[in-house]
């Protein structure tokens, strides 16, 4: 079986320590982790974590089974079953002296982007998308010096057509 | 009839009495919901931390508790209990050390999925993460070896979180719950009001198995012509060994129980095979090796049953797993018939249908197996053979006993001699396989069976891990026969260094062992010695006669080993038979 990568949401309760119950689960069993967001959900009181992961089918429905057995867990969906939307949101500091910031800001509106941040020599650009249009952004930025780059994991959701 | 109306009444006076909305403290609420749970007894160690507890327990005529001499012992005397009766085992220790000590409880309790429900003390809330005298973070310690647990901030949470905690500790696929009470919480005070009923979004394990499951199961049996069933812990734990049973009996399939399901068949059974894997029977192993069809019940095809996964049963067409945990289904063994289910509510569900597999001819050939391949030993005159001793013992108390074991080659010799008749008679750490076990976790069943024999079998390393428990086996006249298998030396790791690294013995050897005699004696109780095996019927006579406690010191030969044995990395068909023939 080939490893493929899943994008699984998952509702708990906004208990502490429940970031540790998942994530120690992850470690332990030898699940990996390729991104994991975490915040407020639809209703007070539970939190949503988005897991990107990758592993073969029977992997992940380890993950899937796994981590329903955690008392603070209402509800898993592994997202990547139908049609999704996933968003990430990057901030990535570039090196810009005056001269370069034309060429800079020329990137930027192409990947409808946003320069959120400007100092004499650098700039804060913003950029929102699915992983794969972030990673084309930085290899773009590459070439004119990442002096830091951020990026928040994938959040998602599935669309409203296909639920 | 009188007595038994009279203690109904008295039952009922003590928890309206209890119900009271007094306003008390977070020691008494934890006493007060505790006894509302049904708890009988509580094994524990007192330490700062759970000094308000300790308090409220002072003076408290309802309340009973057990003093070990280490907490491991109050975990593994709590773990115990809980085996040999269903009930949720209850133990108590302080923070800091006091709660790491009962880590490899724990995680015993985890691994075969035995509800307890073990409290902690911790350094008050305000002191929590100040690295404070004997603060350590349990629930964090604890996370992967529990099935739940909770930090209790405030004293109003605390009596919910003890009903949850008895509820998720004895449902679904049971196991450990740790409730970690810090000081301040333990003596802050409220109006105590125990709920009556839990309601956890998160947690609605599934009991009922699907009906179609059930059909298809039973169509593959009526088809089937070398079916076996593994049936493992999850059969005792769930009550269904009488609704095994009738399964075995309708469907006529070769039985083998695992380490944890035995006890859940009766091993007299002319379709019993006995136990599978690396020390399991001939037959066991060949019927797994050779059937058409597998059937799991409440087994999780542990690596100690499989062995090589990629040669285990090779010529089974389907197989089929009932478990309370959906996890477990496919986890390790690729599933054609998954059933999610308590066991007791998924044999009922297939008992009414149930009709014959095609078996006749498979069980005759078993029978064959059973006949020429049968469990032995190369008995002695002049020296005492293990296997002799639990042969004797169990045949002496009519396999009646409730037997609990340490872990290692007499272990494995229990489960090979002893033929249990009762279900929840064999307490033994199957999955995490901890010395240190064997003993205390006898104090607890004879706790919670105080009418019944209890026999806890050790070896003589396991016995030097958690000895000091015959202090409460001596005050509190606990009498527990306790069966020292005494080859002065690790048994079972000195028989992987002579099969498996070639007779380069490195630390096995156990000499400056006490006389376990003495030691007894040290601590008031009872001990006997025997070297050969007259000795060994007059000692073991006079312990089953004796009222309180006795050590019976029982010295075996030193180059015993256990077989059949299959070598890790070979497949079940690979097995060394020995060298009795």
């Known amino acids: 079986m080939t490893a493929t990568r899943h994008t699984i949401s998952v509702l708990v309760n906004n208990q502490p320590g429940v970031l540790q119950r998942v994530s120690g689960l992850f470690g332990r069993r030898g699940f990996n982790i390729e991104s994991i967001t975490v915040g407020a959900s639809e209703e007070p009181g539970l939190s949503r974590m988005i897991i990107v992961t990758t592993g073969d089918d029977r992997t992940i429905e380890q993950v899937e089974k796994q981590l329903y057995k955690l008392i603070d867990v209402i509800k898993v969906v592994n997202l990547s079953t139908r049609p999704m939307v996933a968003r990430e949101l990057a901030l990535i500091q570039v090196q810009a002296e005056p001269s370069m910031r034309p060429e800079i800001l020329g990137i930027v509106d192409t990947f409808r982007a946003a320069v959120v941040d400007i100092s004499p020599t650098s700039l804060i650009v913003q950029v929102v998308g699915d992983s794969s249009k972030i990673d084309a952004m930085a290899e773009l930025l590459k070439p004119y010096g990442i002096l830091e780059f951020s990026r928040t994991g994938v959040t998602a959701m599935i669309r409203g057509f296909a639920k | 009839m009188c007595a038994q109306l009279e203690a109904t009444l008295s039952n009922e006076l003590l928890r309206q009495k209890l119900l009271r909305p007094d306003v008390i403290t977070g020691s008494e609420i934890l006493l007060r919901s505790l006894l509302l749970e049904g708890v009988d007894c509580v094994f524990g160690y007192p330490g700062g931390a759970v000094l308000y507890i300790y308090d409220a327990m002072h003076g408290n005529p309802d309340f009973k508790h057990l003093l070990t001499r280490h907490?491991?012992?109050?975990?593994?005397a709590a773990d115990g209990y809980a085996r040999s009766t269903g009930k949720v085992g209850v133990c108590i220790a302080t923070s800091g050390p006091g709660a790491t000590n009962l880590v490899t409880g724990i995680a015993t309790a985890y691994m075969d999925s035995v509800p307890l429900v073990v409290i902690t003390g911790n350094v008050a809330t305000s002191a929590i993460g100040t690295d404070a005298f004997q603060e350590a973070d349990i629930t964090g310690i604890t996370m992967p070896i529990t099935k739940h647990s909770y930090?209790?901030?405030?004293?109003?949470?605390?009596?919910?979180?003890?009903?949850?905690?008895?509820?998720?500790?004895?449902?679904?696929?049971?196991?450990?719950?740790?409730?970690?009470?810090?000081?301040?919480?333990?003596?802050?005070?409220?109006?105590?009001?125990?709920?009556?009923?839990?309601?956890?979004?998160?947690?609605?394990?599934?009991?009922?198995?699907?009906?179609?499951?059930?059909d298809k199961l039973l169509a593959a049996i009526e088809q089937s012509e070398r079916p076996v069933i593994i049936a493992g812990g999850g059969v005792v734990y769930s009550d269904a060994a009488a609704e095994l049973l009738e399964f075995v009996n309708k469907t006529q399939i070769p039985v083998t129980t695992t380490l944890l399901g035995l006890s859940g068949f009766p091993s007299g059974h002319e379709l019993w095979m006995g136990m599978p894997g690396m020390h399991g029977t001939y037959a066991s192993n060949y019927a797994i090796q050779n059937a058409d069809l597998l059937i799991s019940i409440g087994s999780r095809f542990d690596d100690r049953v499989t062995m090589r996964l990629d040669g285990f049963a090779p010529k089974a067409k389907l197989i089929a797993h009932i478990d309370i945990d959906p996890a477990e289904i496919g986890k390790n063994v690729k599933t054609d018939i998954p059933i999610v289910s308590d066991i007791k509510a998924a044999l009922q569900a297939a008992n009414a249908k149930a009709k014959p597999a095609k078996s006749a001819a498979w069980i005759a050939e078993i029978a064959e197996k059973k006949k020429n391949f049968p469990l032995k030993y190369a008995d002695s005159d002049t020296e005492l053979k293990p296997q002799f001793v639990i042969e004797m013992i169990s045949e002496t108390t009519n396999g009646e006993a409730i037997v609990t074991t340490d872990v290692g080659q007499h272990q494995m010799w229990v489960a090979q001699f002893y033929k249990f008749k009762n279900p929840r008679s064999l307490i033994s750490s199957g999955g995490l396989g901890t010395m240190g076990f064997g003993f205390p976790s006898a104090i607890g069943a004879q706790i919670g069976n105080p009418?019944?024999?209890?026999?806890?079998?050790?070896?003589?390393?396991?016995?030097?891990?958690?000895?000091?428990?015959?202090?409460?086996?001596?005050?509190?006249?606990?009498?527990?026969?306790?069966?020292?298998?005494?080859?002065?030396?690790?048994?079972?790791?000195?028989?992987?260094?002579?099969?498996?690294?070639?007779?380069?013995?490195?630390?096995?050897?156990?000499?400056?062992?006490?006389?376990?005699?003495?030691?007894?004696?040290?601590?008031?109780?009872?001990?006997?010695?025997?070297?050969?095996?007259?000795?060994?019927?007059?000692?073991?006579?006079?312990?089953?006669?004796?009222?309180?406690?006795?050590?019976?010191?029982?010295?075996?030969?030193?180059?015993?080993?256990?077989?059949?044995?299959?070598?890790?990395?070979?497949?079940?068909?690979e097995m060394l038979l020995g060298d009795a023939e």
Not at chain 2, 186 to 192: E, G, L, N
Request: net charge neutral; hydrophobic share 40%.
């Open chain 2, 451 to 573: 009418d019944k024999l209890v026999v806890s079998i050790n070896g003589d390393g396991g016995m030097q891990m958690c000895a000091q428990e015959l202090a409460i086996c001596a005050i509190n006249n606990i009498p527990v026969k306790v069966v020292i298998i005494n080859n002065q030396v690790l048994g079972m790791v000195r028989q992987w260094q002579e099969i498996i690294y070639d007779n380069r013995y490195s630390h096995i050897d156990l000499a400056g062992s006490p006389d376990f005699v003495k030691l007894a004696e040290a601590y008031g109780v009872k001990g006997l010695r025997a070297t050969n095996k007259e000795e060994a019927r007059k000692a073991w006579a006079e312990a089953l006669e004796t009222p309180g406690p006795v050590v019976i010191d029982f010295v075996v030969s030193k180059e015993e080993n256990v077989y059949p044995m299959v070598t890790q990395g070979n497949t079940l068909s």
């Open chain 2, 71 to 76: 907490e491991q012992g109050a975990i593994h």
């Open chain 2, 151 to 214: 930090l209790v901030r405030k004293v109003e949470d605390l009596p919910r979180i003890i009903r949850e905690a008895f509820h998720i500790a004895n449902t679904g696929r049971k196991g450990p719950v740790l409730i970690d009470i810090p000081k301040d919480v333990s003596a802050q005070k409220t109006t105590f009001y125990y709920p009556e009923t839990v309601n956890i979004r998160g947690y609605n394990p599934t009991v009922h198995p699907n009906k179609l499951q059930i």
